[in-house]
């Protein structure tokens, strides 16, 4: 049987559940989860392969309006990625009312011909399952949906559908990652996504939002038992520092004992975690620090 692939990018608006859906398809955590808007700041890709069929996917920021030099790399990662996938999948929640950034992501959907397949995500928390009617109309007039699928990425419900439904739009020519491929993201850039998805979890406000983790150094040692990593989270002020660092460092031992747990269930051994805090001021609109924390400096113009 022909084998058969398809780049697909995962789009919606900030907290529709896309990274959620992303992480139930593939039956593994690579992209991070927060009950808070704009978790995912980079596109992670992640790889699906069941039978002869291969799904590469793109997980992309929530569609925004821009703020800063962060927001204009996010937004554009966004863009990029609709344009240069074979489909699309738009993310959308139940109940929800339409969105301008919905009606222009099916406006881009229209004008590069892109076939795409629309999950109402979060079917399980509303009782009144009427009212999806409706929702699939009004988003059916904007763009002709390969299909729509009702689903949850926390009961699971309507995933299995869903994955065989992005199946269809695949391609024949063979698979561009090996079978047991997860995701091609750096284990750096990894380590540093639990990191930053703790500090979303574990701290209020624009503090989680303000920060950034970088991964200074990471080595498997010789026998292989245990990973070194040493980690810098960047934050804005002073006063931001002092509240990661909590009282007698206790906040920051939570992060650091809770991103170490998740780090050594995906890496599958031993992770020896250090993790420092400091200070950059207005970081998330100076190019230098962007670069290094490896944003395109393209991204910015």
């Known amino acids: 049987m022909e084998k058969k692939t398809a780049f697909i990018a995962i789009v919606g608006r900030p907290n529709v559940g896309k990274s959620s859906l992303l992480n139930y398809m593939l039956g ?26 291969q799904l590469v996917f793109i997980d992309t920021p929530g569609l925004h309006k821009p703020r800063n030099d962060l927001d204009k790399y996010m937004l554009r990662s966004v863009n990029e990625s609709v344009a240069g996938v074979d489909a699309c999948l ?20 229209a004008s590069l011909g892109i076939p795409a397949v629309l999950a109402i995500n979060k079917t399980d928390t509303i009782q009144d399952k009427t009212i999806l ?3 699939i ?19 699971g419900a309507g995933i299995k559908e869903l994955k065989q439904e992005l199946g269809k739009l695949s391609n024949e020519g063979g698979f561009l990652f090996d079978e047991d491929t ?12 639990i990191i930053r998805e703790k500090l979303l979890r574990l701290l209020d406000k624009e503090i989680p939002h303000g920060s950034a983790v970088f991964v200074e150094r990471m080595k498997e040692r010789d026998d292989g038992d245990i990973i070194d990593i040493d980690a810098t989270i960047y934050c804005e002020r002073d006063s931001h520092k002092g509240i990661i660092i909590g009282k007698g460092g206790a906040m920051l031992k939570k992060i650091g004992s809770y991103a170490r747990q998740d780090m050594e269930k995906f890496f599958g051994c031993k992770v020896n975690l250090k993790v420092w805090v400091k200070v950059k001021e207005d970081w998330r609109n100076r190019e230098s620090i962007l670069r290094s924390l490896g944003y395109d400096n393209r991204d910015f113009d």
């Open 28 to 53: 593994q955590k690579i992209a991070i989860v927060s009950s808070k808007p704009q978790t995912t700041r980079t596109r992670i890709t992640g790889v699906l392969t069941e039978n002869d069929i």
């Open 90 to 109: 738009l993310v959308t929640e139940a109940g929800a009312k339409l969105t301008e950034g919905e009606r222009s992501l099916t406006e881009k959907f």
């Open 133 to 135: 009617a409706p929702q």
């Open 137 to 155: 109309a009004e988003l059916s007039q904007l763009y002709d949906f390969s299909a729509v699928v009702p689903c949850s990425a926390q009961t």
């Open 182 to 193: 997860l995701t091609d993201q750096p284990e750096r850039v990894l380590a540093a996504e």
